[in-house]
């Protein structure tokens, strides 16, 4: 079973939010400073996961946001000079 990458983003999120709250907490510095590395073993890790999935779209920027398109607002400012 393959596994898909936001796992990995969420384990490393949730590792470094514990290194948060423990460094908070005046735990001891072997601890920090061993989850911190830790952490940064998990960041390279997900940060490999995710630029070698092999994800493909057919999604270009023509397409933005799919729930709101852009469009441009056509009105006029009152005493507008239009640059030539």
């Given amino acids: 079973m393959k596994t898909s990458p936001i796992l990995y983003v969420i384990i490393t999120t949730l590792l470094l939010i514990t290194i948060t709250i423990v460094s908070a907490m005046d735990l001891p510095f072997n601890w920090v400073f061993y989850i911190t590395v830790v952490g940064q073993v998990s960041i ?14 057919n999604k270009t920027f023509d397409h933005f946001y799919e729930d709101r398109p852009i469009t441009s607002i056509g009105f006029k400012a009152e005493n507008e000079n ?3």
């Fill in 82 to 84: 239009p640059r030539s």
């Fill in 44 to 57: 390279v890790l997900m940060v490999y996961k995710v630029l070698t999935d092999n994800y493909s779209t």
